[in-house]
């Protein structure tokens, strides 16, 4: 189970108990709302993160490593992982978070460096490699996108369902 | 008001799990009411009473309460009481910005509601607040386009944006509002000190970290503009954050983020097409150049390209920064807003959208 997946679901759980629940006068009402809690912690014993769009990720950040070992290679630079961190038997969803995470915050100690003194001693080819990596996690976001729900700042702000273009004042 | 349930720490990850809430945060709307009434009460001396009592708005950030006052004598008065909870998307609140704002905006061509009373430490009602004049009008839905036809649109753009430059030529340096440039650190430059608060508020360890997020805020700190002139901005200025009637703009509202800065500030925010609908024009009926012209007729500032283009990134940058407060009240602070969860889905295509609006500008 991955860090992410759980906290989401418990905070479901929790939002239905605490914001929603006291609000219910009617029993039928409740009752269906107690149900969605029960299916809500059960998807939650059963279901994972998809580990699909987690291992692009991570294909794209080692991509994104070996591109910078070799645009700077004679530069003084930080560590870098080398090879393929995610293993053929594939480890679970929540390893794999981590790994893509871990590789986000790597990426982005890398991007700094471009940006910082370490990189004065060539800037043009720290230009370079800076291009390389925006690229690469401009690529990672879009696997990121591809599995994004639509977005619902009308109804999440006002509590109404879209289709209402004014609100009271 | 319920009672405080201490919060218990994931040991694994440090985060506080959805769980463990600070229920004492959730404000509830009839002890909000009787407290009013109990600062009225005290206020005029005299008993009051709080004949209507309604909240007005679900935002992510101020809660905002309509309501009636009838006196001893008799007399009722329409308010608005606006309260920054504990547990809202930027707490903890200051209610100043405003205050200051609407001090500093009553006598100006700039409409805002007319301030009655507020209290930074919260008075009877427990939260920073303030109480306004109520403003009669609607508030336009900045995300799905507006149903009003293009010519309404397109007279409430030309408002919007004569109100922008009457705004923004304001000498702010003789009103309330000059007491927030009281808080910037020395050595910090002015236009800049916005950025610098939203990069603290970036900066603070999340789940998911975004590199190029990190990498942007950097980016705007070394590569911010000279503004043309230091003016009032009001951080916020955006379709959704008016109110109109018959085809009027009656009041300014949500001046919780003004300072002094760049004026193109306010331009590029009011751009997002976010706020428009989507669209690239502004309130989804007036071209870039044809805004860009009106604002400079009427305020006398020449605005720069590369200013608007940097600023139009500082505004996804902002737009990022407010998302990742929404994901630390949920992930960090434990706060039972689902509202706060769904907010974090939308980073991806922000930050892709930043990275390449700081494309345009370099």
Redesign the interface.
């Known amino acids: 189970m991955s860090q992410s997946f759980d906290l989401l679901i418990d905070g479901m759980i929790e939002t239905i108990r605490s914001r929603i629940l006291p609000q219910l006068g009617d029993d039928f009402v409740r009752g269906q709302a107690y149900g969605i809690i029960y299916a809500l912690s059960g998807l939650k014993l059963s279901a994972d993160w998809s580990i699909a769009p987690l291992r692009s990720q991570i294909a794209l950040q080692d991509k994104a490593f070996a591109e910078f070992v070799r645009l700077g290679a004679e530069l003084d630079h930080p560590d870098v992982p080398c090879g393929p961190r995610v293993l053929p038997s594939a480890p679970e969803s929540a390893e794999l978070e981590r790994l893509r995470n871990d590789g986000d915050r790597k990426l982005g100690e890398l991007l700094m460096w471009t940006s910082g003194p370490g990189a004065a001693a060539d800037p043009e080819r720290a230009k370079a490699i800076q291009a390389t990596l925006r690229h690469i996690i401009r690529d990672q976001l879009k696997i990121d996108i591809s599995i994004m729900a639509k977005p619902m700042f009308h109804e999440l702000a006002t509590g109404e369902e879209s289709g209402s273009a004014q609100s009271r004042g | 008001m319920k009672a405080n349930v201490a919060p218990s720490l994931d040991p ?2 440090g ?1 506080q ?3 463990a ?1 600070t ?1 004492e945060l ?1 404000i509830d709307d009839a002890t909000m009411r009787h407290r009013l009434t109990q600062y009225l009460c005290a206020e005029a001396g005299s008993p009051v009473e709080v004949e209507t009592f309604e909240r ?5 950030s101020w809660i905002t309460y309509s309501f009636t006052a009838r006196d001893q004598s008799g007399q009722k008065r329409k308010l608005i009481l606006r309260v920054g909870p504990t547990n809202g998307l930027f707490a903890p609140y200051s209610v100043l910005p405003q205050v200051y704002a609407l001090q500093s905006m009553e006598n100006s061509r700039v409409p805002v509601p007319r301030l009655v009373s507020y209290s930074q430490q919260g008075a009877n009602i427990g939260f920073p607040f303030f109480i306004s004049e109520h ?7 900045p ?6 036809t293009e010519q309404h649109r397109r007279g409430i753009v030309l408002q919007f944006l004569d109100i922008l430059a009457e705004l923004h030529t304001i000498d702010w340096q003789h009103l309330p509002l000059r007491e927030l440039l009281v808080k910037i650190p020395a050595g910090e430059r002015t236009e800049r000190a916005p950025l610098t608060a939203w990069r603290a508020l970036v900066s603070r360890p999340l ?6 997020l ?2 942007a805020g ?2 705007l700190h ?1 590569n911010c503009p000279t503004p043309p002139r230091m003016t009032i901005v009001h951080g916020d200025y955006r379709v959704g954050n008016f ?1 109109e009637e018959n085809g009027n703009i009656t009041a300014i509202l949500d001046w919780e983020l003004t300072h002094v800065g760049d004026p193109h500030e306010d331009l590029g925010w009011a751009l997002v097409p ?1 706020f428009n609908g989507g669209s690239r024009k502004l309130y989804g009926v007036m071209e870039r150049s044809e805004v860009i012209d009106r604002y400079q007729n009427k305020s006398g500032i020449t605005l720069s390209p590369r200013s608007l283009a940097y600023y139009e990134a500082f505004a996804l940058y902002q737009m990022a920064a407010i998302q990742i407060c929404g994901i630390h009240a ?2 960090v602070a434990g706060f ?4 706060m ?3 974090s ?5 922000i ?2 959208a930043l ?2 609006a700081i494309e345009v500008v370099a």
Not at chain 2, 207 to 212: G, H, N, S, T, V
């Open positions: 694994l990850s985060t799990s959805p769980g809430k229920a959730a007005r708005s679900t935002g992510f403003v009669a009008g609607d508030v336009a839905a995300w799905l386009g507006s149903g009003a789940i998911r970290y975004y590199p190029l990190d990498w950097l980016w070394e109110l976010t949920f992930e039972d807003d689902m509202r969860a769904a907010m889905t939308q980073m991806a295509s930050v892709r990275d390449k």
